[in-house]
């Protein structure tokens, strides 16, 4: 480490329950990703931790080892955990994406998923307008339509998550699978900005009944413009709420 890193204290809520090692990781990580203990930080020893969540020192230590094996953290004897460089933390990870989309720098997040999306998903799904099989296309088809009937926010998000993940296995490429957790994430923590109105829902589902249709019809390049229109409409969510405005599109219907 270039510098000395800065210790730094916190007051912590009392945490119990079952799985009390994952609520204090989860804690800890949260306050990393938002900056409370940026990089470099020392933080607090197992006592300290213990004593400020009213735990034992084993659950503080199995929540230490959980954020190392993100990422988030490095250990050595006599020196304690510091928080690692963020080019070092596990961006695809689950909790990390979690913590990162609930952080005061989520609008940023979503930008950066946005932009990866544009790299990643467009050739995801000529891909799998190539290499579907049949079966892949039906759980393709079957999102695609439960997104159309869905009756609650909650069903037609769970839908829209199944849609882009089917094609991402579609697309015949193991390396685009852990990407998933990134997608499922950046579609749940848009809806926190946007309301829903009718008309842009119907838009947004014409786009996705387009993407479908690319697909089946097995035009790859068909296929990649009809993802850059649907990713198009959300950006225009993303720059609506920027700007301040309200009533924008909802992100239920523009991912």
Not at 61 to 71: D, G, H, S, W
Not at 152 to 168: G, K, V
Not at 192 to 205: G, I, K, P, S, Y
């Amino acid at each position: 480490m270039a510098t000395k890193p800065r210790i730094v204290g916190r007051e912590a809520p009392r945490i119990g329950g079952t799985f009390v090692h994952f609520s204090v990781a989860n804690e800890i990580g949260q306050r990393i990703v938002r900056g409370d203990y940026p990089p470099g930080t020392i933080l607090p020893n197992e006592a300290e931790w213990s004593a400020m969540f009213g735990v034992g020192r084993s659950v503080v230590r199995e929540a230490i080892k959980m954020l190392m094996a993100k990422n988030l953290l490095a250990s050595r004897p006599k020196i304690g955990s510091w928080v690692e460089p963020r080019e070092r933390w596990n961006l695809l990870d689950r909790e990390v994406l979690t913590w990162y989309a609930a952080s005061p720098e989520r609008r940023t997040f979503l930008k950066t998923v946005q932009e990866f999306r544009y790299i990643i998903e467009p050739e995801a799904a000529a891909l799998a307008s190539q290499r579907r099989s049949e079966s892949q296309m039906e759980s393709i088809s079957k999102a695609c339509h439960e997104m159309g009937t869905a009756r609650t926010l909650s069903e037609r998000t769970a839908a829209d998550t199944r849609f882009h993940l089917a094609i991402l296995r579609a697309a015949g490429n193991e390396l685009l699978l852990p990407l998933g957790a990134l997608i499922d994430s950046a579609l749940e923590g848009l809806f926190v900005f946007v309301t829903r109105e009718v008309n842009d829902l119907r838009h947004a589902q014409d786009l996705h009944e387009e993407i479908e249709r690319c697909i089946r019809l097995q035009r790859p390049e068909a296929a990649r413009k009809a993802v850059r229109r649907l990713l198009a409409n959300t950006d225009i969510v993303i720059a609506s709420q920027d700007s301040g405005g309200s009533g924008v599109r909802s992100t239920v219907g523009a991912s």
